[in-house]
């Protein structure tokens, strides 16, 4: 199976700061990578689809980038509802897709 | 709208199967292209993919739990049953289904937890 790797596991941060999250694949997945954020108690939203591709309705702040296995989500400007735990997805096949091991977005 | 249930039993003893219900509405899992999944969350951990099914009626499962694992899907009454057998303690979780297409899952239930204890 791929495995995902993310970074940091914990960011503390401020409102209005611009937040770099990290995915790392074991192997090359080409784009086929999800992000997704999950606060306490609900369901994960879907953020970003094909490493770069805005889900409708997801503000424009999010944005991801990267292809093969380097992967990056970035909110270019933090506000208060972003605090939150993101998660990345890799499909690169229906047999397996695995989950990375979460960052949790603090407020600092 | 596109809406997910998941519903199943809260408690389940080891060694039990456990048997999960995800009832949808908003799209036809006859669509070309349409998946349900199935992810779980145990109690302040990470997401784990565990299965999908997928519009042709093929089944895709978690590698190291796959010989665990079934599904099964109704589309007359658009709903898709996930059983687990063998339950233990270690998958005390929330289970979640969510429609998958082209990959990415966008729409999830609720979620659903289940206690394995005896």
């Known amino acids: 199976d791929i495995q995902m790797t993310q970074s940091p596991s914990t960011l503390s941060a401020s409102v209005g700061d611009r937040v770099t999250i990290t995915c790392r694949a074991s192997?090359?997945?080409?784009?086929?990578l999800a992000w997704y954020q999950q606060k306490p108690g609900k369901a994960p939203k879907l953020l970003i689809y094909?490493?770069?591709s805005l889900e409708s309705g997801v503000p424009s702040r999010f944005s991801g980038s990267g292809s093969g296995t380097e992967f990056t989500l970035t909110i270019s400007s933090l506000q208060p509802d972003d605090f939150a735990t993101y998660y990345c997805?890799?499909?690169?096949?229906?047999?397996?897709?695995?989950f990375g091991g979460g960052t949790k977005v603090e407020i600092k | 709208q596109v809406t997910l249930r998941e519903s199943g039993p809260a408690l389940v003893k080891p060694t039990q199967t456990l048997t999960l219900t995800c009832t949808f509405s908003g799209f036809s899992l006859s669509t070309s292209g349409m998946c349900v999944s199935w992810i779980r969350q145990p109690p302040g951990k990470a997401l784990e993919w565990l299965a999908l099914?997928?519009?042709?009626?093929?089944?895709y499962y978690s590698t190291s739990l796959k010989t665990r694992l079934t599904l099964s899907k109704d589309t007359s009454k658009n709903q898709v049953v996930l059983t687990m057998t063998n339950m233990d303690p270690v998958d005390t979780a929330t289970y979640y289904c969510?429609?998958?297409?082209?990959?990415?899952?966008?729409?999830w239930g609720q979620g659903t937890q289940v206690t394995v204890s005896s």
């Open positions: 997805q890799q499909y690169n096949s229906y047999s397996a897709p695995t």
């Open positions: 094909k490493a770069s």
């Open positions: 192997q090359s997945i080409s784009s086929w």
């Open positions: 969510a429609r998958t297409f082209g990959g990415a899952s966008d729409y």
């Open positions: 099914i997928d519009w042709d009626d093929d089944k």
